[in-house]
């Protein structure tokens, strides 16, 4: 599984990039916002090395390759995926529209509005979007504004998506975070079975 890239630019499209690692020239979705951040690293280095953060979609008639500026964005569009109804497409489509900063601030405001301004999503796709996500970003951290703790906030998210994988709600999850102290991510998905359980 490739979990992430470091190459340069081949050619760059708002929400496509030929990213060239290697020697080999891969093609990659991106969202709007990832396009205007490897557009304007390589505006001022064109042959500087950048790195993706990859999510590989793996199906009978495709392999899809979708690259992320940063891993916040990585972790959205792998939860907006999960959710029914929800594709690659329209994940990307979010992503492009809105920051996963100012996503999250939507889903917390419960603003169906504003989430109906993403190309492909209707009132009811948007209202089964906020209910999926509620509890969601609460203890999704900007790894960007806890600089302090780096690894104790990386190792709660990594918790976190494992403890959704097993099929928790984001809610309840969040709801037994609160109670745990411990700082090791192993420890913190223990601690949480016992108290989800």
């Known amino acids: 599984m490739i979990a992430g890239m470091i190459g340069t630019i081949h050619k760059l499209e708002p929400t496509f990039v030929e990213f060239e690692v290697g020697g080999l020239i891969y093609g990659v979705h991106i969202s709007t916002n990832t396009s205007y951040t490897l557009n304007a690293k390589q505006n001022q280095d064109p042959n500087a090395k950048q790195k993706l953060f990859i999510a590989q979609i793996i199906r009978e008639d495709a392999h899809l390759l979708f690259g992320f500026g940063e891993e916040l964005e990585k972790i959205t569009f792998l939860r907006l995926i999960k959710i029914n109804g929800v594709g690659p497409k329209v994940a990307i489509a979010i992503l492009s529209t809105y920051t996963p900063k100012t996503f999250s601030q939507i889903i917390q405001d419960k603003d169906i ?39 104790q906030n990386s190792a709660r998210n990594e918790a976190f998506m494992a403890l959704e994988s097993l099929g928790f709600k984001s809610a309840e999850i969040s709801k037994v975070f609160k109670s745990i102290q411990s700082q090791n991510t192993q420890e913190i998905i223990k601690e949480a079975l016992k108290l989800l359980r």
């Open 113 to 151: 509005k504003a989430l109906q301004r993403v190309p492909g999503i209707g009132a009811k796709g948007a209202g089964k979007i906020m209910v999926d996500l509620a509890g969601f970003f609460n203890e999704l951290i900007n790894l960007g504004e806890h600089k302090e703790m780096p690894e």
